[in-house]
């Protein structure tokens, strides 16, 4: 068995996921994208988490966030897979009927 | 049609790709840059991909929830100045009642789930006086 398939079988392998910021998120963090690491099987609620230790004015937008996973409404439950591209984006643009 | 576009969107082009002989009602919602004091134009920021995705996806469920025969959403990004439409929608069915409600809908969902924001572009005279404002 090669080191990789051992590396894999004890949970190592390392997942690279696309991370995009959007409006108000995109000026507090200062970036646009980035490329984020995380062990295999991570959430995307440990992404978040993450994230927000590296960019601590993102904690205050946390509740009202919206996250998305490949272009979809997603919940932070959700397992994330090597090459996927994540969004946080605040509540879109809203208005007065 | 379905498009995200960054110049002036030609609203008879939105209406005729609706248009068809079995339709007795084409209705059309202009959304237009407001002039609140002190706004010059509209910025529109947009997560093309997944907003292409969902203004599908509505145009598709206006058409199965009213019995709409076709939907057509344009919506500009970037700048929009004061006047100018911002989102165009039209909507044909056989009757006026359906059209109407699909395109109010419509427009209720993009402003609740499509990743679209805008920002309020100052006037310079407004800015000026900010600038003023905030010097003291």
Known sequence: MSKGHMAARRGFRAMHV?????????????????????????????????????????????????????????????????????ALMPPVSGGIP | ?????????????????????DAGAIVVFLGTVRADPGVGALEYEVYRPMALRMLEDLAARAKSKFGAFDMAIVHRVGRVPVGADSV????????????????????????????IWKTEARTARSRRKR???TSK
């Open chain 1, 18 to 86: 696309r991370v995009r910021f959007f409006a108000t998120y995109r000026e507090v963090s200062g970036t646009r994208q980035l490329t984020w690491s995380g062990r295999d099987g991570a959430t995307l609620g440990h992404l978040v988490d993450d994230l927000i230790t590296k960019f601590p004015r993102l904690a205050g937008y946390r509740d009202t966030m919206l996250l998305a996973v490949n272009h979809a409404f997603v919940d932070p439950s959700v397992r994330l897979r090597e090459g996927d591209e994540v």
């Open chain 2, 1 to 21: 049609m379905i498009d995200l576009r960054r110049g002036q969107i030609d609203v008879e082009a939105v209406v005729d790709g609706v248009r068809r002989d």
């Open chain 2, 131 to 133: 600038g003023r404002a």
């Open chain 2, 88 to 115: 165009v929608i039209a909507c044909a069915a056989a009757h006026r009642k359906e059209a109407f409600a699909a395109c109010t809908w419509a427009m209720d969902e993009v402003k609740r789930i499509v990743p």
